[in-house]
Structure formats: C-alpha cells, structure tokens
C-alpha cells in the first residue's frame, strides 16, 4: 500500500476572502461544510498551491490576494511529505498581472523552481468547472491531460512553456515576413523536439492509465477508455527521432500556410483527448450529465491509483463539491475508494450529513464567511 503523505497545519494570510487563517489537522480526510461563498474552495485552492502552477482556478496571482490587501499573499504549510517533513512556504508579494510571480521556500530555504514541490507531494484535484470537459473546448481537455502528466513528469510543464514560447516566436517571424531560413529552422528544430517529447509524454500516461483500469476491480464509477487525436495520428508506432523528423519536415514545408493563418496549425498544442464510457462504448460527450460527472470521477480515482503505484506515496486529493450530485449508496462507495487509496483529501459541500458515512475517518469543519470552527 502507498504510503501516506498529509497536512498537519495549514496558516493562510490575505489569500481570498482569509484575511489570516490557521488549521491544526491530522492524517486523516478533511471535510469542509458551510454555505455557498463562505470560502471552502479557497481552501481547496490554498493547498492546490503546494503544487507547480497556478492551482486549481489557474487564476491571475494578483486576483488572489485578499481584496484591500497592502500586500500579497502567503501560504504556510507543514507536511509529512515523500521526503519526510517539510515547511512549506509559498506566496507573492504587492503588484498586479502578469508582474507578479510566485515565491516559493522549502525549510526556510528559497526553492529555485515550483518543481521543488513534486519532490514532496502531489495534489491531484476534481471540481464543478471540470463538469463540462467531455463537451467543451479541446483546449480544456489538453490541459487536463497535461496536468496529469505533470503529477508524474515535473519537467512536463517546463517542456510545454518552452513550447509555446518557440511557437510564438515563429508565429511572430511568419507574420512580419521574416523567412530567415537560418533562424526559421533552428526555432522549428527546437519545436520538434520539445513537441514530440510532450507527445510521447500525454500518449505514456493513457497507455498507464489504461492498463491499470483494465486490471482494477468493479466499481460503481464507468471505466474510461482514452485516447489522442490531432497530431501524428498516422505513426502510432515510429520511434521519437523519426516522429522529429517528420514534424520538422512539417513545419518546414507549412510556413506559407501558417504565415497566412497567423498562427502554426500543427503540433501537439492541436491533440485532443478523446474519451468512451467503455461499458455503455459510447462517447463521452454523448453520456448523459450524471455519466459524465461518473466517468470523470473514475478517471480521476484512477488517475490518483497510478500516481501512488508509480510514487510509492498516495496524492492529496481535494475534492470540490463531490458529492451533490450521487445517491447515498454511490456516496458511501466512493468514500471508501477515496479512503482506499491511502491518502489524505480534503472534501466540500453544503450539507455534513452527506459525508456521513466517512465517520471517524475524517476530521469536519464548518467554513464561515472568512472564519474555519470545528
């Protein structure tokens, strides 16, 4: 069994609607309750922050500091981690937009990279704005995908930015006519690499995952089958220097094409992620509403069954509003694969009834308008 790794305090200062919050918790499951608005996922968000990126609203760092705050944020955080225990500090300081960056500090120490996080935990989360990924844009089903990877792969996330930024600066060389074929080349060189390596990375993940929801015992959730589409479909099976190959050549021959686009219409940033309720074998965009919430449910419980075989340690799991839509059969269910897996989760709702059947296996707190009582 996978080992555990959970938050035993979490301070907040000036982060949403906290002006200053602490908890003491221990190992076991958190279940947040309290009216619509009182600030439950700001608090599933807080923790979404002891993970690389932008948490789990990816929102601008400069809207999350308190509204009236003469700073930024901060968030404090001690953690039996895979690496032991650890102090965690993460925050930002006074600004606004894109000119504020996220600081981050492991035992006191400055960390050069949010990176430094995957070496000690692994937030994987589920909300209501995921509800509709079966049948919204490609884009979002892309990000999820990439975001499950990064769980596994810390440089996943580094390799896609260098990506996008490589794309930019040929998008901007084809829309001002600059065909230098000299520097053309070496910045579609660049993308070739970093774009087939983000493509074996997405087509990794769905192969694990696959194979372990083919060996996982029945569960009240549907299996999803998963798949890629939009980019190198036609070579399955041709190892990563010839797939190079063939999307530089690519690139190459599409510069007019592109230039008249005013953007690059190939590459892994147009792949979707294609998913089937395998029982029903039928689309997932074409389940009805409460299938696709399920079969999100089960992607994501075998998406965090993986990363715990593959780490050796159970993720953190925050769960927003997880429970509204399921009868109290599937709920009890559900709550006994989420304790299964051996880690922590942090859990919320309107209603402490319907965490029930967790018992004592979690720990419940009322979330009040900025304020957090037992």
Avoid at 235 to 264: H, K, W
Avoid at 355 to 367: K, P
Wanted: glycine share 10%; proline share 3%.
């Amino acid at each position: 069994m996978a080992q555990k790794t959970f938050l035993s305090r979490l301070q907040l200062t000036d982060f949403r609607n906290y002006a200053a919050a602490s908890l003491s918790l221990d190992e076991r499951h958190v279940v947040l309750t309290g009216e619509n608005g009182a600030g439950k996922t700001n608090l599933l968000e807080a923790v979404s922050f002891l993970s690389p990126g932008r948490g789990l609203r990816r929102a601008v760092l400069s809207d999350v500091s308190r509204v009236g705050a003469a700073g930024g944020f901060a968030i404090f955080a001690d953690v039996e981690g895979m690496d032991g225990e650890v102090a965690i500090g993460t925050g930002t300081e006074a600004g606004e937009g894109e000119n504020v960056s996220r600081k981050l500090r492991v035992n006191g120490t400055s960390a050069k990279s949010t990176e430094e996080l995957s070496d000690h935990l692994r937030v994987l989360w589920l909300t209501p704005a995921m509800d509709g990924l079966f049948t919204g844009a490609s884009s979002d089903r892309r990000r999820f995908l990439d975001r499950l990877v990064l769980s596994l792969d810390a440089a996943h996330g580094r390799r896609a930015g260098d990506f996008e930024r490589s794309m930019r600066s040929r998008n901007r060389l084809l829309s001002e006519g600059r065909f230098d074929p000299s520097w053309l080349s070496a910045i579609e060189a660049q993308m070739a690499g970093l774009g087939i390596a983000m493509a074996a990375a997405r087509r990794e993940m769905l192969g694990l995952l696959s194979r372990l929801s083919a060996g996982t015992a029945e569960t009240p959730f549907p299996t999803p089958l998963l798949s890629l589409e939009g980019f190198l479909d036609e070579f399955p099976d041709q190892p990563a220097a010839v797939l190079e190959d063939i999307y530089l050549e690519m690139l190459r021959t599409s510069r007019n094409r592109d230039a008249a686009a005013g953007r690059t219409l190939d590459g892994p940033h147009r792949s979707d992620l294609l998913v089937r309720h395998r029982e029903k074998d039928m689309d997932a965009a074409r389940c009805s509403t409460g299938e696709q919430k399920a079969l999100l449910i089960g992607l994501v419980l075998a998406h965090a069954r993986l990363t715990a075989d593959m780490t050796g340690y159970a993720p953190i799991l925050l769960l927003d509003e997880i429970a509204a839509h399921l009868d109290e059969g599937r709920r009890a269910a559900l709550f006994d694969l989420i304790h299964g897996l051996g880690g922590q989760s942090f859990m919320t709702g309107t209603d402490q009834a319907m965490f029930s059947a967790l018992g004592d296996r979690a720990q419940f707190l009322t979330v009040s308008h900025g304020g957090i009582a037992r």
